[in-house]
């Protein structure tokens, strides 16, 4: 069944959101790698799934893609990549036929041949008909994502579309639940699953009452788009991890000159990439909460433990499957190498003293409680009056830096000198932007 990855849809809204729509067609084409004639279908493309998601809305609540270009969507709630999963990445023979499939099996239970007979007689004519095989592959499909449950009983297998969720729910307890997962999608990482479960039940809920009596009780608001596009890989690569299995993918990273290249297919217009082929043993997925960012860290043959943004990866395929105890011992290596990382460093360890100084005052002590807060693994190893040493060891000072850059003049660092070095040549520089002329 085609369920394609949406690589270049995805990059193509990530380079959109970068840039605010100031690059022109052909620096939008060069920047993915793809050709203008590609960047037109692709426009089109996303046109087409925004004209579908909001084909049953009123015209005045309908949404413009081109309005969209414009970033009127930043004044939405709704993350980008929705779009795409809206799209349900089957062809339309595919998406015909599981409309009818679920259709039929919304009345009653059916067996194969039952939704075979369902398709020979509603498909229209131009497209093909499936066979037997096929109708089995889709019900395999649906009862995997938990669409159609298998009815209790031997062969013929009966099969029916799970929808107890909502239909054995009272009103008011599917109003809490459609809450209760709005807050959920809105402030958990990941979410993309949840805003398709709460659209899922905003509908249930519209069928029972009018849109205009439906208010909405809470609005989120998403300042990391990289992050919600790139929960499209997050659980192709949580499944593989969970399989032991090795993944294959085409990577770019964020300096590369293009961050996308189409597939080729036709040997007379092959070229080379910018690209990197990586064949990886996936270990760990770990989320940047500073930057909105997420990482893939697993093994490699030639470099051991390497790490990649997952907003460079595309043409994502699953490979062989890895001994458990062969497994086991990457994972374990992994493990000791990040012991001390502030995030994903697995550089030399190094220890770092710093000062942190109270707010003046009766005021709450906020920088203490944030230093406990986000400080990780790190203690407070001496206290006065008006100030206390932190001290915490670390793979690096690449990732520590910025957190502690962020307290401004509430914090002075102590140890390694370098570090302090480093700082008191920063704030020499800042200082220097504000001298009077």
């Given at each position: 069944?085609?369920r394609e990855s949406f690589d270049k849809e995805i990059q193509f809204l990530r380079l959109l959101v970068l840039t605010s729509?100031?690059?022109?067609?052909?620096?939008?084409?060069?920047?993915?790698?793809?050709?203008?004639?590609?960047?037109?279908?692709?426009?089109?493309?996303?046109?087409?799934?925004?004209?579908?998601?909001?084909?049953?809305?009123?015209?005045?609540?309908?949404?413009?893609?081109?309005?969209?270009?414009?970033?009127?969507?930043?004044?939405?709630?709704?993350?980008?990549?929705?779009?795409?999963?809206?799209?349900?990445?089957?062809?339309?023979?595919?998406?015909?036929?599981?409309?009818?499939?679920?259709?039929?099996?919304?009345?009653?239970?059916?067996?194969?041949?039952?939704?075979?007979?369902?398709?020979?007689?509603?498909?229209?004519?131009?497209?093909?008909?499936?066979?037997?095989?096929?109708?089995?592959?889709?019900?395999?499909?649906?009862?995997?994502?938990?669409?159609?449950?298998?009815?209790?009983?031997?062969?013929?297998?009966?099969?029916?579309?799970?929808?107890?969720?909502?239909?054995?729910?009272?009103?008011?307890?599917?109003?809490?639940?459609?809450?209760?997962?709005?807050?959920?999608?809105?402030?958990?990482?990941?979410?993309?699953?949840?805003?398709?479960?709460?659209?899922?039940?905003?509908?249930?809920?519209?069928?029972?009452?009018?849109?205009?009596?439906?208010?909405?009780?809470?609005?989120?608001?998403?300042?990391?788009?990289?992050?919600?596009?790139?929960?499209?890989?997050?659980?192709?690569?949580?499944?593989?991890?969970?399989?032991?299995?090795?993944?294959?993918?085409?990577?770019?990273?964020?300096?590369?000159?293009?961050?996308?290249?189409?597939?080729?297919?036709?040997?007379?217009?092959?070229?080379?990439?910018?690209?990197?082929?990586?064949?990886?043993?996936?270990?760990?997925?770990?989320?940047?909460?500073?930057?909105?960012?997420?990482?893939?860290?697993?093994?490699t043959a030639r470099k051991g433990i390497t790490k990649f943004r997952m907003e460079g990866l595309t043409q994502i395929e699953?490979?062989?499957?890895?001994?458990?105890?062969?497994?086991?011992?990457?994972?374990?290596?992994?493990?000791?190498?990040?012991?001390?990382?502030w995030l994903v460093d697995t550089g030399e360890p190094v220890t770092v003293r710093a000062r942190f100084f109270n707010p003046?005052?009766?005021?709450?002590?906020?920088?203490?409680?944030?230093?406990?807060?986000?400080?990780?693994?790190?203690?407070?190893?001496?206290?006065?009056?008006?100030?206390?040493?932190?001290?915490?060891?670390?793979?690096?000072?690449?990732?520590?830096?910025?957190?502690?850059?962020?307290?401004?003049?509430?914090?002075?660092?102590?140890?390694?000198?370098?570090?302090?070095?480093?700082?008191?040549?920063?704030?020499?520089?800042?200082?220097?932007?504000?001298?009077?002329?």
């Amino acid at each position: 069944m085609a369920r394609e990855s949406f690589d270049k849809e995805i990059q193509f809204l990530r380079l959109l959101v970068l840039t605010s729509g100031a690059y022109s067609r052909g620096q939008f084409a060069k920047k993915l790698g793809i050709s203008i004639h590609t960047f037109d279908k692709t426009l089109k493309r996303l046109k087409e799934i925004v004209g579908t998601v909001h084909q049953q809305l009123p015209g005045e609540q309908g949404k413009e893609f081109a309005d969209m270009l414009r970033f009127n969507y930043y004044e939405s709630a709704d993350p980008v990549l929705l779009f795409l999963y809206r799209a349900k990445s089957l062809k339309e023979s595919e998406s015909r036929r599981l409309s009818l499939l679920l259709a039929a099996m919304r009345e009653q239970a059916c067996t194969a041949l039952e939704l075979l007979d369902v398709c020979s007689r509603s498909l229209p004519e131009e497209l093909a008909l499936p066979d037997e095989k096929t109708i089995r592959s889709d019900l395999k499909y649906l009862e995997e994502v938990g669409v159609v449950r298998k009815e209790p009983g031997g062969r013929p297998y009966r099969y029916r579309v799970e929808d107890g969720l909502v239909k054995d729910l009272t009103f008011e307890e599917l109003l809490d639940l459609y809450d209760f997962v709005d807050i959920m999608a809105g402030t958990q990482v990941p979410s993309v699953q949840g805003y398709l479960l709460r659209d899922s039940l905003k509908k249930a809920v519209a069928q029972q009452t009018s849109e205009r009596e439906l208010t909405e009780p809470f609005l989120y608001k998403y300042h990391y788009y990289s992050r919600i596009l790139d929960e499209a890989h997050l659980y192709t690569l949580l499944a593989l991890i969970r399989q032991r299995r090795r993944v294959r993918f085409l990577y770019f990273s964020p300096k590369a000159a293009e961050a996308y290249t189409s597939q080729n297919t036709n040997p007379l217009f092959e070229r080379d990439t910018e690209g990197q082929e990586i064949d990886l043993l996936p270990l760990k997925i770990i989320y940047d909460h500073q930057y909105g960012r997420w990482y893939l860290i697993g093994h490699t043959a030639r470099k051991g433990i390497t790490k990649f943004r997952m907003e460079g990866l595309t043409q994502i395929e699953a490979g062989a499957e890895v001994d458990e105890a062969f497994y086991a011992e990457r994972l374990e290596s992994l493990e000791q190498k990040m012991k001390y990382s502030w995030l994903v460093d697995t550089g030399e360890p190094v220890t770092v003293r710093a000062r942190f100084f109270n707010p003046d005052g009766n005021q709450p002590n906020f920088i203490k409680e944030r230093v406990l807060l986000q400080g990780q693994w790190g203690t407070i190893v001496a206290e006065e009056e008006d100030s206390f040493i932190y001290e915490i060891t670390v793979n690096g000072l690449t990732e520590i830096k910025p957190w502690l850059r962020s307290f401004g003049s509430s914090c002075e660092v102590l140890e390694p000198r370098r570090l302090r070095k480093e700082f008191i040549a920063e704030w020499k520089e800042i200082a220097a932007y504000y001298e009077s002329v």
